[in-house]
Structure formats: structure tokens, C-alpha cells
């Protein structure tokens, strides 16, 4: 079975935001049809293409496109592990940034006995998350499980 393509109603040559995501989702798909992916996955992915292509507004197009694109990502990422380029980098500098950023500033502030040092642990973090997120995407790479696409 085959990906389906969009097929929308909606023009979007007026909106050059709403292009730029109509383009960004149809390179996720693009992508997708070099990939052996199973059966009920492809399932998924046109119903998602049918609800975007049935949608007819402009506004209403641009929320449905970037949600279907966050839980296809999602999907993705659950069920073949396959993500796209940079994308354990992004999750992992939020998650470097609360998980280690906050507390180390809240021990610098302690410490100090000055909570102006807060600020100080986020960066931290940050350099932390987009450390451990650079060597997840690289093994990401590796295994051929990456996908040629940015998300923006």
C-alpha cells in the first residue's frame, strides 16, 4: 500500500506561511515513501492525508497540517523509531534545560546563598540536553533510522 498524496482544496499560493508548512509536510512525506514502513502505519498516515485534504479554510488547514505533522512525528518515532534530522537535539535541550538546568542553578543559588544564580544552571542544562541529544540523533543516523528532513 501506498502513501497518498495531498490533494487540498484550499488555495494556499495567497498564504506564504500556510505554503511553507504545506511543503514542509509534503517532504515528510516524500521521505516517508523511500521507507519500507508496515502496513497499519500507512493506514494511519492516509487518514491523517484525508482529514488535511477534506479541511476548507485557510486557518483552519494551517492548525490541522501542523497537528497531523506532530502526531505523525510522534507515530513515527513510537512505532519504527524512524525521526526526523535534529529532532532528539530539540527534545533534549528542553529536557536538559528542566531536568538538569534548574535544579544545578537552584544548588549554585543555595550554595552562594544568592538566588540570583538560578539563571546560571539553564544554560547548563541546556549544553547538557543538546549534548546527549547530538549523540542520540548521530546513532539515529547510524542505524539509518533518520529521516532527510527538518521540522521548523
Known amino acids: 500500500m501506498n502513501i497518498n498524496d495531498l490533494q487540498l482544496i484550499v488555495d ?6 500556510l505554503q511553507q508548512s504545506v511543503n514542509q509536510f509534503e517532504s515528510l512525506l516524500r521521505e516517508l515513501r523511500k521507507k519500507t514502513l508496515p502496513e497499519t ?4 498516515i492516509n487518514k491523517m492525508i484525508e482529514e488535511i485534504n477534506g479541511v476548507t479554510s485557510e486557518k483552519q488547514l494551517q492548525k490541522v497540517i501542523k497537528k497531523r505533522q506532530f502526531s505523525l512525528i510522534q507515530l513515527l518515532e513510537k512505532e519504527v523509531k524512524i525521526v526526523p534530522k ?5 527534545l533534549w535541550m ?6 538538569f538546568g534548574i535544579p544545578m542553578g537552584v544548588i549554585f543559588g543555595l550554595s552562594l546563598k544568592n538566588m540570583a544564580f538560578v539563571g546560571i544552571g539553564l544554560p ?6 543538546i549534548a546527549v541529544g547530538n549523540a542520540k540523533d548521530k546513532k539515529a543516523f547510524d542505524e539509518g533510522r533518520q529521516l532527510d528532513i527538518v521540522i521548523k
Not at 535534529?86 to 530539540?90: E, L, P
Open 41 to 44: 502505519l500507512v493506514v494511519a
Open 124 to 129: 547548563i542544562g541546556m549544553a547538557i540536553g
Open 94 to 99: 528542553a529536557l536538559g534545560m528542566s531536568a
Open 12 to 17: 494556499i499560493n495567497t498564504n506564504n506561511k
Open 86 to 90: 535534529y529532532y532528539y537535539r530539540n
